[in-house]
């Protein structure tokens, strides 16, 4: 089966630096990737995805970047605030409807 | 529009009992998904369902089943609860559940096994 590799498994950025969080999935079949965020006491919250025909998709402060030859994506945030303080967690899906998660990394916006 | 709803939120339960968790899917949305969230093993999928029948399983024991009913809602089961089985359960709605389809994460229900 799939398996993701997300790296690292905790981040501590200064308030108005970038973030990236890098992931990596050995299934060459999956054609999906989103990104989720999960706060204290919260299920996770959908935040950008990707999809195997697009190379880059941006959403204001988030972006998210695919390589399908080298199999890895990444979650880049710019300008984070204390409020983007959550765990992370990237995400592959081949055909079938579930999803394989990376480990997540805990980002930590010091203010 | 109502995301997805999770029932019991926090639920307490003894080795070798069992228990059932419920979700209602987000209006509209006929494909239920669930998964266990533990430190060790992370976020893994259990089974999903689609008009009433589980279409996809994850690598579980059988002691965890499920099941999904005409309006879409779903219950998952336990049975004879092992302490290892503590953990947040997640459920997850998208529309039909094909491929490169967005889901929808409840809030969880959090199981302590004693």
């Known amino acids: 089966g799939e398996n993701v590799e997300q790296h690292p498994s905790t981040l501590s950025v200064q308030e108005g630096d970038s973030a990236v969080i890098k992931c990596t999935y050995s299934?060459?079949?999956?054609?999906?990737f989103p990104w989720y965020k999960q706060e204290l006491g919260k299920g996770p919250q959908l935040i950008i995805d990707?999809?195997?025909?697009?190379g880059e998709k941006k959403d204001q402060r988030i972006a998210v970047t695919l390589n399908k030859t080298a199999k890895h994506f990444s979650l880049h945030i710019t300008e984070t605030q204390p409020e983007d303080s959550a765990v992370y967690f990237c995400?592959?899906?081949?055909?079938?409807?579930?999803?394989?998660f990376g480990t997540g990394t805990r980002l930590t916006v010091i203010p | 529009k109502a995301g997805v709803t999770q029932t019991p939120r926090y639920l307490i339960k003894t080795r070798g009992q069992q228990v059932t968790l419920s979700c209602s899917p987000i209006?509209?949305?006929?494909?239920v998904s669930w998964y266990q969230q533990t430190p060790g093993q992370g976020l893994q999928f259990l089974f999903e369902?689609?008009?009433?029948?589980?279409?996809n399983k994850g690598n579980f024991p059988g002691r965890f089943s499920g099941r999904q009913f005409s309006n879409s809602r779903s219950e998952m089961n336990v049975s004879t609860l092992e302490l290892g089985d503590s953990a947040l359960y997640l459920c997850a709605s998208s529309l039909v559940g094909q491929s490169k389809e967005t889901q929808y994460f409840g809030p969880g229900t959090r199981l302590l096994v004693l």
């Open positions: 995400a592959a899906q081949t055909g079938a409807n579930n999803l394989f």
């Open positions: 299934d060459s079949a999956s054609n999906y």
């Open positions: 990707i999809r195997s025909n697009v």
């Open positions: 209006s509209g949305h006929r494909s």
């Open positions: 369902y689609f008009s009433e029948t589980q279409r």
